[in-house]
């Protein structure tokens, strides 16, 4: 059962940033992308852990969601809805030994989010193919 | 779903990258959840498998994806589960797993469930028998004679189906 629909952020001037980079994965990465996404979907908050997802410390609310994609490790930094029910991905950056790719990443995302709360930016569902991604369709 | 399916109908790729990704993702999840399930630290399932913390962190990483049948099977003496490794068709594997579900991830140990699994051996009763398929997909007809305690079930919050038959095996 899906607990949580995927969402990622659309600036105030319209950009879909986090939504191109997925699109721009080639067929494996993609893969990788959705199947993270996918059984993080139907986790629970509290299980939400490494290596799967993970809340980041000192960061509330910043989660992220852990995958591989041009061969380096990527990160979904993103928060849980007041909806109780989506997950909103508002930057994705690499991560490196510890440092994240590009450096203010927490910085951009908590102000991303603050857009977000205000109502100041949108959000739409996630897209994998074209559709939304996962879906209750499914 | 059918945007997947229909790129998986034109590009050979696509089909290949799912597979592989869908099998190290699911599998990492599920080694965690289990041994979780079984009270373990990586460190205490590392001990019982005789190897490192560290090899037991990279088999729950997806991003290392690289399991040999050897380690499964040292995973399942551990667990105490079966294993099973077949092909499937790939449009079974789609349907079936395009959304995970993260109940199907725990299994019990064998030892755990043995005590509650009985064998009905129909030239002893003359009337009805009930039958319970623990997993919705199962039929009653694939498990034969085999009776288990709902009792056992419903406090583990296991979905059942319940069919009860009499000797010609009529449902009721």
């Not at chain 1, 191109?20 to 494996?28: A, L």
Request: aromatic share 10%; glycine share 6%.
């Amino acid at each position: 059962m899906l607990l949580w629909c995927f969402k990622t952020y659309v600036s105030p001037n319209g950009r879909r940033d986090a939504q191109h980079t997925i699109d721009r994965y080639n067929d494996s990465d993609q893969a990788f992308f959705s199947r993270a996404v996918a059984h993080l979907a139907t986790t629970t908050i509290d299980q939400w852990h490494e290596p799967h997802g993970k809340k980041l410390k000192n960061e509330k609310p910043l989660f992220e969601v852990r995958y591989k994609a041009n061969r380096c490790a990527t990160r979904a930094l993103g928060f849980f809805g007041s909806d109780g029910a989506s997950f909103i991905i508002v930057l994705i950056c690499t991560h490196k030994q510890d440092i994240y790719d590009p450096p203010d990443a927490f910085k951009t995302a908590h102000r991303r989010i603050s857009q977000v709360l205000s109502g100041s930016a949108q959000t739409v569902p996630l897209q994998i193919d074209g559709e939304d991604f996962p879906s209750y369709e499914d | 779903m059918e945007k997947t399916f229909l790129r998986m109908k034109i590009k050979a790729t696509v089909r290949r990258a799912y597979v592989h990704a869908e099998v190290v993702t699911g599998l990492a999840h599920q080694i965690r959840a289990i041994r979780i399930q079984r009270g373990l630290t990586q460190g205490g399932l590392a001990k019982v498998m005789n190897t490192t913390q560290a090899s037991i962190s990279r088999l729950e990483d997806p991003s290392y994806g690289r399991y040999s049948l050897k380690t499964l099977l040292d995973l399942s003496t551990a667990f105490d589960t079966g294993l099973q490794v077949r092909f499937v068709s790939l449009v079974n594997m789609l349907h079936e797993t395009f959304i995970p579900n993260a109940l199907n991830r725990e299994v019990l140990a064998f030892e755990e469930e043995a005590p509650h699994v009985g064998f009905y051996r129909p030239t002893i009763s003359s009337s009805g028998v009930v039958y319970i398929a623990a997993n919705p997909r199962t039929t009653v007809t694939d498990i034969p004679y085999m009776n288990i305690p709902l009792g056992h079930f419903q406090s583990k919050s296991f979905p059942i189906s319940i069919s009860i038959f009499n000797d010609e095996r009529v449902s009721s």
